[in-house]
Nanobody
Framework: QVQLVESGGGLVQPGGSLRLSCTASATIFSIRAMGWYRQAPGKQREFVATIERARTTTNYADSVKGRFTISRDNAKNTVYLQMNNLKPEDTAVYYC????????WGQGTQVTVSS
């Protein structure tokens, strides 16, 4: 069964920063690319960023390019999302999963950007 535990969300003012973390099952983490996804109220879940297992290739949604950085620590089965210059439109529940995503999402972590 997929095990994904996200953390690090919170309330931040526009222009602020947050760092999200996600610990995944070793069986998933060891063989798959990982990604961050988000779901804003009333909207579908969307892709945010991905990183290959070898950490050599990353990919970002156009809306977060230049502001967000995805990274991973394979020894800790953990993927991170450093979010800088946050905007109100970044407000959402953030999830991690493999790429492509497997059934069974974690609880997510809420990010709220508001003054």
């Amino acid at each position: 069964q997929v095990q994904l535990v996200e953390s690090g969300g919170g309330l931040v003012q526009p222009g602020g920063s947050l760092r999200l973390s996600c610990t995944a099952s070793a069986t998933i983490f060891s063989i798959r690319a990982m990604g961050w996804y988000r779901q804003a109220p009333g909207k579908q879940r969307e892709f945010v960023a991905t990183i290959e297992r070898a950490r050599t290739t990353t990919n970002y949604a156009d809306s977060v390019k230049g502001r967000f950085t995805i990274s991973r620590d394979n020894a800790k089965n953990t993927v991170y999302l450093q979010m800088n210059n946050l905007k109100p439109e970044d407000t959402a529940v953030y999830y991690c999963n493999s790429v492509p995503p497997l059934p069974g999402w974690g609880q997510g972590t809420q990010v709220t950007v508001s003054s």
